[in-house]
């Protein structure tokens, strides 16, 4: 999750500033021997892959800091979030491939670096790889397992994720839900917020609002890079010399990176990026095959999906979107708690206007709603205002619901259960687009960056 702030150190070089001041902020990029010679490594495709890796480092951070952000405990200098970044060769596109840190993997043979003990290949949790071997086993095991080569290596901690977002000035997220973690602190009610750095780095490392865990948690992370990417390019911050170089250092200054990613790496990006933004990018996490696939001596693991994380793979290789070209719809949605496609519903033509049940049927599935496809006529058909008949306990899909029907009378019925009923008024005029406000829960899906930006949603 602190990795997503490596990114930044692409799109924040689309001011183009002057080779002088980067050579500068080059200086202060920690280097590791990422690459030490590897053999037998996949073919090189188009574009460029980036490995992201967020690392604890919260030995850096003041004791103020740990007690109100929750992050108390030794550092463990471990990684618990990779991120693969494919930014295409035109540059006019970046992938985002979060690798759940659990997933099952097979390291390839090589010496412990704390130990100096020799070990042939074995399996291990994916991010168990860096603490065995560091920076070099990790690239080694990700490329075994995706075969997609690895061009530049980049590792973040704490430090430079509160730091990066603090200096851009807090970064917008959007939530349709409380969330709420008392393992890190985090506490939002639904609305848009906009966060400081502690507060962001709460957001991203929460895992225990849901039963999904790890797989919510890089939804979210995917979801602030898009946030971040959004700030960086939008706000005018990159055409501000200064303000470009006090960002570049926050990033810059706990960053380790492999020798070849430099000021001549940074400047080509930054020429290409100019005009980079979140509808540039696209994200999605490995297909999961299995949860919960128990290893001895390592436990419960992700195995991925082979048939469909293949397909995710050959995409970043062969330089292609992940997802096929979805042009932006003609008006915005507004985002809704419930997803539509999980919410049934029967139309009742409450008035004597022919056929106004099967228009509000029609416009609500085309909109998403499961609707019954036979509207019925209600006993009632002097309704004046469009009426939502709806079980308390699915309050949240009538909530949706209503959202698509402006002006509508939400109206709780005990004990009618999960099928929410639509009573069509005089007053109806059309059902109004609305969308999920989360981006699909499902590993495997593609969400692109303008899909999930508080206030831009397709």
């Known amino acids: 999750m602190r990795a997503v702030t490596a990114l930044s150190v692409t799109v924040l070089a689309a001011a183009g500033i002057g080779h002088a001041v980067l050579s500068g902020l080059d200086a202060d990029i920690t280097r590791v021997d990422a690459f030490k010679d590897m053999k037998n490594r996949p073919r090189a495709g188009d574009g460029m892959n980036v490995l ?48 759940p840190r659990d997933s099952y993997a097979m390291t390839p043979a090589h010496t412990d670096q704390t130990t ?52 851009l000035g807090g970064v917008e997220v959007c939530t349709a839900q409380p969330l709420k973690d008392s393992y890190t ?7 848009t917020h906009r966060l400081g750095g502690g507060q962001a780095l709460q957001y ?37 010399p200064l303000k ?20 001549d790496e940074l400047l080509s990006l930054g020429r290409a990026m100019r005009s980079f933004s979140p509808s540039s990018s696209e994200f999605t996490t490995v297909p999961i095959g299995q949860m919960g696939f128990a290893v001895k001596g390592v436990g419960s ?8 994380s293949k397909r995710i793979f ?29 919410i049934r519903v029967q139309v009742q033509n409450g008035t004597l206007t022919s056929g106004l049940g099967r228009r509000v ?59 929410l009923k639509v009573i069509a008024g005089a007053d109806f005029k059309a059902v109004r687009g609305v969308r999920a406000a989360e981006p699909p829960q499902e590993p495997g899906a593609v969400v692109r960056g303008d899909e999930v930006v508080c206030g831009k949603q397709a």
Not at 246 to 263: C, N
Not at 301 to 308: F, I, M, Q, R, S
Not at 368 to 389: S, Y
Not at 399 to 413: K, W
Request: with cysteine; net charge positive.
């Open 244 to 263: 470009f170089r006090d960002v570049t250092q926050a990033v810059l200054g706990s960053v380790r990176a492999d020798e070849g990613f430099g000021t």
């Open 314 to 342: 050959d995409a970043l290789r062969e330089d292609k979107p992940l997802a096929a070209h979805r042009p932006p719809p003609a008006a915005p949605k507004v985002q809704v708690p419930v997803d539509p496609k999980q």
């Open 301 to 308: 693991t992700l195995k991925w999906d082979p048939v469909a």
């Open 116 to 167: 100096g003990e020799q070990h042939h290949g074995h399996p291990v949790k994916l991010n168990a790889a860096y603490a065995e071997g560091g920076p070099q086993l990790t690239i080694r095991t990700v490329e075994s397992m995706t075969r997609v080569k690895i061009d530049h290596y980049l590792e973040v901690d704490f430090t430079s994720f509160m730091k990066t977002v603090d200096v």
């Open 185 to 191: 602190g985090l506490d939002l009610p639904p609305g």
């Open 361 to 419: 049927d029609d416009q609500l599935a085309a909109t998403g709603f499961r609707t019954t496809k036979a509207p019925l006529n209600a006993k009632d058909r002097e309704v004046v205002r469009t009426v939502v008949l709806y079980d308390p306990r699915w309050d949240r899909s009538a909530q949706s619901l209503a959202a698509a029907l402006p002006g509508s009378e939400l109206r709780p019925a005990k004990g009618q259960g999960p099928l």
């Open 204 to 240: 991203v490392r929460a895992r225990h609002l849901d039963g999904a865990s790890d797989l919510s948690r890089m939804k979210r992370q995917q979801r602030f890079l898009a946030a971040l990417i959004d700030r960086a390019t939008s706000s005018g911050l990159l055409l501000n």
């Open 52 to 99: 992201l890796v967020g690392t604890d480092g919260r030995d850096r951070i003041t004791p103020e800091e740990k007690r109100r952000f929750r992050l108390g405990g030794a550092p463990c200098h471990c990684t618990d979030t990779i991120m693969l970044v494919h930014l295409s060769e035109d540059r006019e596109r970046a992938s985002v491939v979060s690798l």
